[in-house]
């Protein structure tokens, strides 16, 4: 399990831990309780550890994993990778997928372990840095922004279609500010009307303040709106998906004050209509991914071939204008 001690030295550098996420079927995942009498004990926790010197988070997770489940782990992917301080502890943590493994998972150090469900994980009392990894595990690989200027509508609608015919999974996020509000309200219900018991959930980028339509799962708000409300004393409601464009330190930190559920960051690259406006680069993503401790989108100049390489970065996805209707 990730050690947490009595380290009050602020100086001290980041604790590097690997976490594992062993899943059964789609809806549940392996937790443990931890068993050292600490102020976060009996507390639950994703299993893993720290990484020991010059150790890579799969082989330390491997290590781990054996120790605490005696299970051998054969297949990995990264999931997330975020930043949390601890009142006495700054952890870097790398989470992993476990997508194989040999042997059967048992509390190997006298844990109590339990297959809980992603929906109902909430009635237990976690460790506050598994929330964002809850989060990154119900939260698909790509947002879809509309461009309804670009494509038109019928187009997105087309697209949006063969999207539900494959079972796949997105975030559409309806981006039209030139559309009257009768206008989005009918391309929203569209929209709606294609999705409906779908892997695709409709987000309005609006004002936090909107009372959503039937159908839409959330709000997403440009760093402009988010400030606006922070300023307006706005918080997210419990049952609205909120996402945040963000730019730079100051934009996540207003964010993670709204109680945002994912960001978009950038932009990572150039794009056709900013050719040679600022990029962040890989790095600069990774930068404010940490920052944030959030599931974060790679937006500007995204194509859906670069998930593999944004979540090898520490993201969720990538989000995607002109990518996504081409």
């Not at 930043?83 to 952890?91: A, E, L, Q, S």
């Not at 419990?238 to 559920?261: F, I, K, R, Y």
């Not at 790679?298 to 209707?325: C, H, K, L, P, Y």
């Amino acid at each position: 399990m990730p050690t947490i001690e009595a380290d009050l030295d602020p100086e001290r550098a980041r604790i590097e831990v690997a976490v594992g996420v062993v899943r059964r079927g789609d809806d549940e995942v392996l937790v443990g309780q931890r068993l050292v009498r600490d102020r976060y004990f009996q507390k639950w926790e994703f299993p893993g550890g720290k990484l020991e010197s010059g150790e890579s988070p799969e082989l330390a997770l491997n290590r781990e994993l054996g120790e605490e489940l005696g299970i051998h782990v054969e297949k990995t992917k990264p999931l997330i990778r975020l930043d949390h301080d601890y009142p006495d502890r700054k952890v870097r943590l790398h989470v992993l997928e476990v997508l194989s493994y040999a042997g059967e998972p048992h509390g190997r150090e006298g844990q109590a372990i339990e297959w809980v469900s992603l929906t109902h994980a909430s009635a237990r009392e976690f460790l506050a840095a598994t929330q964002p990894i809850f989060r990154a595990l119900t939260l698909p690989h790509r947002i879809l922004i509309t461009d309804v200027k670009r494509f038109g509508v019928r187009h997105i609608c087309d697209r949006v279609k063969v999207e539900v015919d494959r079972c796949a999974t997105a975030i559409v996020q309806i981006r039209e500010p030139w559309m009257s509000a009768d206008e989005r309200s009918l391309f929203a219900s569209q929209l709606i009307g294609l999705t409906r018991e779908s892997g695709i959930d409709i987000v309005l980028n609006e004002a936090i303040a909107l009372e959503p339509m039937p159908g839409i799962t959330g709000v997403h708000l440009s760093a402009k709106n988010a400030l606006l409300a922070v300023k307006q004393g706005h918080i997210k409601p419990s049952d609205m998906l909120l996402g945040c464009s963000c730019h730079n330190a100051t934009e996540v930190s207003v964010a993670q004050a709204l109680g945002a559920d994912y960001l978009t960051v950038g932009s990572v690259a150039s794009t056709p209509s900013h050719p040679d406006g600022r990029t962040l680069g890989f790095a600069g993503f990774t930068e404010l991914s940490l920052m944030a401790s959030l599931p974060t989108y790679a937006v500007g100049g995204m194509t859906e071939s670069q998930v593999d390489d944004i979540r090898q970065a520490g993201g969720q996805g990538v989000a995607m204008i002109s990518a996504a209707w081409l």
